[in-house]
């Protein structure tokens, strides 16, 4: 029997790749008051379920869309948020999920919506690890992997970094009216737990009770930078002369 709306809490955590998502909803599913979903506006299962790989993913893809209902955001939302059993129903949104106007629209009307707005500090190592992404390695895991390298253009770098800030400060202001929390990759990981002083705070936010929050994922690409940019001495001297220069290893 569902919860009654009065004691329900709607959340959603908000971000782009490569900022520790999958590591916090897995962590999220550790504690017995959350009931998280992954990516469930492009029709991700409660409960994570991989793709067919291969010539038949996109196909895997579109149909998982269509199966979830996913292509009416609005009630599909609605049905997820009044369905389960947890005190707190959250969902992972990529910025990219909520551009469709119904979507962002229903979001932003719906202010008793509390939002995890995670972000990653160092902007560098996020677009690099999105190439490794991009690259065919591998990038979750449950065991520690062989380091990758891949090569940075230094112009499509800095286009990158820019465009990330841009859209961790507009949405900020979209959901400024909602209660949020702002979360830092950085911050956030501890082994294979949320940092203590993390967990609390997201406990806190979401109205349960405090637990340790755990994760069977491990972190990847641990190396610095200048092993795993091929050409990161010239990256480094196109970075360095920019309001980037921080972010260098």
């Known amino acids: ?19 520790g998502s999958s590591f916090l909803i897995d962590c999220l599913y550790s504690h017995p008051d959350i009931e998280p979903c992954g990516e469930l506006l492009i029709g991700a299962a409660e409960k994570f379920q991989p793709l067919t790989k291969g010539r038949l993913r996109p ?7 269509a199966r979830a209902g996913a292509w009416l955001p609005r009630r599909h939302m609605e049905n997820f948020f ?11 949104a990529m910025y990219n999920h909520i551009s469709n106007p119904i979507t962002l629209g229903y ?14 500090r160092n902007l560098l190592k996020m677009h690099v690890s999105r190439k490794l992404m991009g690259s065919g390695k591998r990038v979750q895991s449950m065991k520690p992997l062989a380091g990758a390298q891949v090569r940075i253009d ?5 286009a990158s970094m ?10 900020e202001e979209v959901f400024s009216a909602h209660p949020r929390l702002q979360l830092v990759y950085e911050d956030l990981i501890s082994q294979q737990t949320i940092d203590p002083k993390v967990s609390d705070a997201i406990c806190d936010f979401l109205g349960i009770e ?3 929050l755990t994760s069977k994922l491990v972190k990847l690409n641990p190396d610095p930078l200048s092993k795993i940019v091929t ?6 001297d196109a970075i360095t002369v920019t309001e980037f220069g921080n972010l260098l290893d």
Not at 107 to 120: A, D, G, P
Not at 154 to 158: F, K
Not at 163 to 171: G, P, V
Not at 231 to 236: G, S, T, V
Request: net charge positive.
């Open 59 to 65: 196909l895997a893809k579109f149909w998982r869309f």
């Open 231 to 236: 050409n990161y001495d010239e990256l480094a």
């Open 82 to 92: 009044r369905s389960g059993q947890a005190r707190v129903r959250l969902f992972k």
């Open 1 to 19: 029997m569902d919860r009654s709306d009065d004691t329900r809490i709607r959340a959603i955590l908000l971000t782009s790749q490569r900022t």
């Open 154 to 158: 230094p112009a499509e770098a800095l």
């Open 162 to 171: 820019r465009r990330a800030r841009r859209q961790y400060q507009r949405f």
């Open 107 to 120: 979001l932003r009307s719906h202010t008793e919506i509390r939002v995890l707005h995670l972000r990653r």
């Open 210 to 212: 405090r637990v340790e």
